[in-house]
């Protein structure tokens, strides 16, 4: 999993990001809210940790804006206060956990450890972006036209739809889409990238996939 | 008597002028490029049964005029292809031809029809040297051409006959069945192209 951790007390934000990285998670760090927008914008993130009390902006703020940016990347708080109205406004305004201060770091890692599995069996089915409409269920793809897809282009589409306008890599879509597929290679990720241009573009839709073979795609209007 | 009277040799004549033409292009092609531009091919004229009932049906006089001017499916030829950029080719080729002049065209591939048909249709205008139902020589006669991949023929036979058959216990559930795989098979015919595509980049 890619978590961000937006956090200013440097020396916490430090104790944390080593303690993710020695179980095995990819931990981009920044000091602020500001910070955390533009970097929640520009890359796909499983979790995003997020203390309330920032400098520039808050989290309850940068929360906010992620949120109207139709952002829906699972964000836990973390708060300084243990006062009930803290948390309260945080879960109101689309945080999905919260962690009071001071925490234990194993606490911290066995939410998200919970949160991998459920992230492993939950499923949206209906998903909108732009003239796209995709039911991952029906593994259906309508926009002018409609048209069946590959598990493979399902499994890919939903991943670019969920993270669009943000350049993902080759890697990253590997350790998503063909997480259980050693073979997998960015030859392959070419491929599926091929089918799903041309399928979009057959049922008429204007979205398009952007990126060369072997670099990043961004799904974009 | 034809409802296609005097003119029905002409017919005759054109039908098989351009099933051999077409034949020559995709020999030609296949020369050049080591693969078919089409699949196969199938021509027929109307039959004097059927071209009399789409008169009536359409409440038409049933003469000859109905039959060659009004309607324009008198001649009609399906040419299957195995990719859905060779209907294109094929399409393109056709336009090139001077004696040919495009009518209309309905592309139901790119505009896939409720039910799920796919398939690119038009009507050509030939001129040939005999006489029209107008008295015009050179004579102008209307040409119907299907064009589809092997997939998108299969299911159009598929369906043809649901339609014919009225004694389909689930009608609703066949129809949204042969829509979803007629959904499949564009994406298949989808990936073939695209595979083909990437192979002939590499080289």
Known sequence: MRILLAEDEPQLNRVVKVALESVGYQVDTVFDGEQAISAAKSNPYDVIILDIMMPVLDGIEVLKQIRANGDK?????????????????????????????????????????????????????????????????????????????????????????????????????????????????????????????????SIGSKVKIIGEKNGEFVLTK | MSIYGKYEPTLERILNELLTRLENLNSDYQARNGQNLFEHLNGRIKTNASMVEKCQRKNLPVNVNSALRINRDSIGIRIVCNFIDDIYTCIDLLETMPDITVVTKKDYIT?????????????????????????????????????????????ASLEHEMKYKHDIKNPELISQELKRVADELASCDISLQTIRQLIREEN
Do not use: C
């Open chain 2, 111 to 155: 505009n896939a029809k409720k039910n799920g048909y796919r398939s690119y249709h038009m009507i050509l205008d030939m001129t040939v040297p005999e006489v029209d139902v107008d008295g015009n020589q050179p004579g102008h006669y209307f040409v119907e051409i299907q064009l589809r991949t092997i997939a998108m023929d299969t299911w």
């Open chain 1, 73 to 201: 990347t699972y964000v836990m708080m973390l708060t300084a206060k243990a006062e009930i109205d803290d948390r309260v406004i945080g879960l109101e305004s689309g945080a999905d956990d919260y962690l009071t201060k001071p925490f234990s770091l194993k606490e911290l890692i066995a939410r998200l450890r919970s949160r991998e599995r459920r992230d492993a069996e939950y499923q949206v089915t209906e998903m909108d972006y732009s003239d796209l409409h995709l039911n991952t269920d029906q593994q259906e793809l309508v926009a002018h036209n409609s048209i069946r897809l590959a598990s493979k282009e399902v499994d890919l589409l939903s991943y670019l739809i969920l993270n669009s306008e943000k350049a993902i890599s080759n890697q990253e879509i590997l350790d998503h889409v063909w997480k259980d597929d050693p073979l997998a290679d960015s030859e392959l990720v070419w491929i599926y990238i091929s089918y799903l241009r041309q399928k979009m573009t």
